[in-house]
């Protein structure tokens, strides 16, 4: 239910309201006994206190859940929009610039000497491991079924199953990122 729905229930619940009110004047006017028209007051003000309370439930639920959904944007949108990410999903999914760009600088990296131009090939990659930390942080936090359906259908696990089937990229995680390298090593091809 969007914010747009609730105002526009809220206004004709008072419009509603005003009738109703407007009615039972009209009717102690007619002649309506008193007692008849404090029950109807009393049963009217108690519906629409339940359903005030039943849209501000809602308004609150939709609220708590709204910065979940701008991080989920913002990280995918940096997944996909961003070149260094760009790049390590090539290495992750192309053997060519695996074996051409990347194998090679892991292999020195490793061993422990490194250029300047080769560290910043290994930065796109420790960049890329920053993210994917965030990313299944922010699964594994409690989500809503639409979340995890949303999340799901994105296929982040996919890539951390990428990174396990890279052997040297799975192995310079395993030496530098303490906490992502367990949800590397349980990655599945398709996360259930």
Known sequence: MTRKNILFL??????????????????????????????????????????????????????????????????????????????????????????????????KRLSGQVSIEEYLVIEKLDKFFALMLRVVYMHSEGMNLEQQTLFKSLNYYWWLHKVKTRIEIKDYAELTTENLYPFIENAKFHQS
């Open 10 to 107: 809220f206004s004709y619940i008072v419009l509603i309201l005003t009738v109703f009110l407007g009615v039972l004047v009209l009717g102690n006017d007619i002649g309506l006994q008193q007692s008849a028209v404090a029950t109807i007051c009393s049963a009217t003000a108690l519906a629409i206190s339940a359903i005030i309370a039943f849209l501000a439930f809602q308004l609150n639920r939709q609220n708590s859940q709204e910065p979940w959904v701008v991080t989920f944007r913002e990280l995918h949108k940096e997944f996909w929009n961003d070149e260094d990410y760009a790049k390590v999903r090539a290495w992750l999914c192309c053997d060519e610039a695996y074996k051409k760009e990347l194998e090679p600088v892991l292999a």
